[in-house]
């Protein structure tokens, strides 16, 4: 479950979608083939484990906070180690033994050696050393006046190695439709706009990135 926003500040509609799904009167499906993706709304997540546990998806894409701070600006509010605590005690309640972090590999923002090494640092330190995540790489989809590139396949494939090798299943999206600038995150059109609202637009969104490592 997830979309053009965050699921878990939608409550009042998500949990009865999400009830729907499960129902046997509805789409009949089990709670382990249901997730929704959130990128760490931390009291939300805590509700939605009473309320409705089905598999939870995180996006991280940060191992440190200086650097998620850019890309996922709520991590202010709820910084790493309270998100992953809050993903601990979902765990209690998932009808997985496992949470998903979702990783988007930006060129020469995330996807370094040492970024991976910091991810490493992050999940030995919790679990008791069982295996309680995985992660899913995503080569970033670029869209028009975002200033971010995508990670080249190489890049993509050591970080993934890295995670791998110890111990942390790991696995690489495959992307489609980036040709038409249709696959996930664009959603964008290449067409001549004389207003020039879009470049008006994208310089509103863009969020500026500082140096951190």
Partial sequence: MMGMGEPLQ????????????????GYGLSRRRVT????????????LSQDCAVALAV?????NDPLRDNLVPLNKKY????LLDACERYLEFAPRDFITFE??????????PEHARQLIELVRARGDG???????????NPFP????????????????TLLSNAGIVT?????????IDAACGQLAGDVKDRTRAAERMARQRTIPLKQVS
């Fill in 130 to 140: 069982k295996s309680w995540c995985k992660f899913n790489l995503i080569p970033f």
């Fill in 59 to 63: 996006s991280l894409h940060a191992p």
């Fill in 79 to 82: 910084p790493i180690a309270e």
């Fill in 171 to 179: 696995t690489v999206r495959k992307t489609r439709g980036d040709d």
């Fill in 36 to 47: 929704v993706s959130t990128s760490g709304v931390v009291p939300m997540m805590d509700r």
């Fill in 145 to 160: 006046a975002s200033g971010l590139l995508r990670s080249p396949s190489a890049r993509v494939t050591e970080f993934a």
């Fill in 10 to 25: 939608n409550y009042s509609a998500l949990v009865p979608a999400l009830r729907v799904m499960l129902d046997d009167h």
């Fill in 103 to 112: 990783y988007c590999m930006l060129d020469g923002v995330n996807d370094q």
